[in-house]
């Protein structure tokens, strides 16, 4: 999150637009993502807000930000947002994964298990932190889980969690609660903000 908080700074700083900062002692561009991405997982499609201290277009915005951008980084679509709208963070509401795992397991094996995780009324877990470790319910933050493919020892599953002010799951601590061992791969396929806008990279 913060590496990908620096390469935008960066990138915008290089493309000369018109900026609004923060105020205080050590100012800074005021941008911000919907919610952080955990480390060890990709995305495809993040929300972002930038403030400006003057309107430009959403056409001038991508033509000028889009060359500064490095390889495998791109900006799928640009729009104004009403001054004094809620912010994204605050409007995020779930996020959808895509996670690998070795598995020996046949389909109706794994489905088993997810039917039992589902089926629990709470999952508590801690969630360990550089402060220490946090006590949550793990069932509350999972909405969905599903078997995408299996093949070759290789098991896709898709997650649907619940990501907002009030918690948010996490994929790799799902695949733990399903007895299966870490991740080869997880990737965020989109962020559902509250009222179900969406999009897909």
């Not at 679509?77 to 709208?85: F, K, L, T």
Request: hydrophobic residues 40%; contains cysteine; proline residues 7%.
């Amino acid at each position: 999150h913060l590496d990908l908080m620096r390469l935008w700074e960066r990138v915008l700083r290089r493309a000369k637009l018109p900026l609004g900062f923060s105020e205080g002692f050590s100012p800074h561009p005021r941008l911000a993502l919907a919610t952080p991405l955990p480390v060890g997982v990709t995305a495809a499609a993040e929300w972002m807000e930038v403030y400006l201290c003057r309107r430009v277009s959403p056409r001038y915005f991508l033509e000028h930000v889009q060359p500064q951008l490095p390889a495998g980084i791109g900006i799928s679509q640009v729009g104004e947002a009403p001054i004094g709208a809620p912010s994204l963070q605050s409007q995020v509401r779930q996020a959808e994964y895509r996670v690998d795992v070795e598995c020996s397991m046949t389909q109706r094996e794994i489905e088993d298990r997810i039917a039992g995780l589902l089926a629990e009324k709470t999952l508590p877990i801690l969630r360990h932190r550089p402060g220490g470790a946090k006590s949550l319910d793990l069932r509350a933050l999972v909405q969905e889980v599903w078997v995408e493919a299996l093949e070759g020892g290789r098991c896709r599953l898709g997650m649907l969690l619940r990501t907002d002010p009030l918690g948010s799951g996490r994929a790799d601590e799902v695949v733990a609660a399903l007895g299966l061992v870490e991740p080869l791969f997880m990737h965020r396929v989109r962020l559902v903000l509250e009222g179900g806008a969406t999009h897909n990279g």
